[in-house]
């Protein structure tokens, strides 16, 4: 058999790293190919990473350079990858320690020394104004309302998945989305749904909050890592992304709650307000969002070139039955179909790609 030529992460990591024997890697992630190595001086580990071919992206990005952010953010942000220039080459330092969900996995209490560590993290993002960055956009300007402008800062998101993840789909998942009884009318419930938001002064968010993207040092201390989704605007969005993806238990959700209030409104005044009305709707939103991008990946998931991974069926069936029924409310389903209907309507779908597919070859 031939050897695969190496990819260009690798190549640029063997490159820079003076050694292909101490590069390390692939790890794991959706969005990049990445390697690390230790720099030739042996003083710090660094990451060097590619953008994955043919990716799926699910999420608006704000910032141009992930790397031009965090070097913005050194003085801001206590715990967050340094950048070093390599002849030119911006790459981040490699936190070394443990994922948060590796310790303690979605759904289960969060230690209280880590839990802190994150109010903290919100308390320094507060404090970040969108006229404190110099750092260049690549949303466009219709994607930048004004400060304090809620109701359009969700539209533009409710905009980019509408056209973006669904449309931009319909072609391929279009079937697969009517028969699990989400249509394009979903929009126009999501839209009632979240109308009318309290106005609140933006900061910078990092707008992907989750147990993976929190590493845990050997000292003990929280560091934060994959800013490239982070944006500029409503501070209470940032909070229902962290409880959608986190999975608190109940208490420690609502704590969380009551200790962001009170850390954003000793910060900012008026960071708060109208929560109790609008975190639930913010929360329908994400619910609801999860169902676009979820369908999208969980069925591709399944799929092994022209196979389907029947072993993962059963599973992956629970998993959409779940996430339909948590935004049944948002979305205004009549029903939810059962677990054996998800999993028919997952079958016909790659039956009919493969179809088609076929048709394509002939």
């Known amino acids: 058999m031939t050897p695969q030529p190496f990819s260009r992460a690798r190549q640029r990591a063997d490159e820079v790293s003076g ?108 404090r970040i104004t969108p006229d404190m960055l110099r750092v260049e956009r690549r949303c466009e300007i219709r994607d930048r309302p004004d400060d304090g402008d809620t109701d359009g800062f969700l539209e533009r998101l409710i905009v980019f998945t509408e ?60 560091w934060t890592i994959d800013w490239e989704l982070a944006m500029l605007g409503d501070p209470l969005y940032d909070l229902a992304t962290h409880l959608h993806l986190m999975r608190y238990p109940a208490d420690q959700g609502r704590r969380m709650t009551r200790e962001w209030c009170r850390v954003v409104e000793r910060v900012r005044p008026g960071s708060s307000y109208g929560w109790r009305q609008d975190l639930p709707r913010i929360l329908g939103f994400k619910k609801a969002q999860s169902v676009f991008t979820d369908v999208i990946r969980v069925s591709l998931s399944l799929c092994d070139g022209a196979d389907l991974h029947w072993f993962a069926l059963p599973r992956a069936a629970a998993k959409l039955h779940r996430v339909l029924t948590e935004a049944a409310g948002t979305l205004e389903l009549d029903e939810v179909p059962s677990r054996p209907q998800v999993m028919a309507a997952l079958v016909r779908w790659h039956r009919e790609r493969s179809d088609r597919g076929s048709r394509r070859i002939a």
């Open 163 to 222: 056209q973006q993840v669904y449309d931009r789909n319909h072609a391929e998942f279009g079937g697969l989305f009517r028969d699990l009884g989400v249509e394009s009318d979903a929009f126009t419930r999501i839209r009632k749904h979240v109308s009318g938001l309290t106005q609140r002064p933006f900061c910078l968010l990092h707008a992907d909050l989750h147990r993976e993207n929190l590493i845990i040092d050997p000292q003990g201390q929280l």
């Open 19 to 126: 050694d292909s024997s101490v590069v390390r890697g692939p790890l794991s992630g959706y969005h990049h190919e990445t390697y690390v190595f230790p720099l030739r001086n042996g003083t710090q580990i660094v990451k060097c990473r590619e953008p994955r071919a043919e990716i799926l992206w699910f999420d608006r990005r704000c910032f141009q350079s992930e790397e031009e952010l965090l070097r913005a953010l050194k003085g801001h942000i206590t715990r967050v990858p340094a950048i070093v220039d390599i002849e030119g080459l911006w790459l981040q330092w490699f936190i070394e320690g443990r994922t948060l969900g590796e310790q303690c996995r979605s759904g289960r209490r969060v230690p209280d020394a880590v839990f802190d560590q994150i109010v903290d993290l919100f308390r320094e993002m507060v």
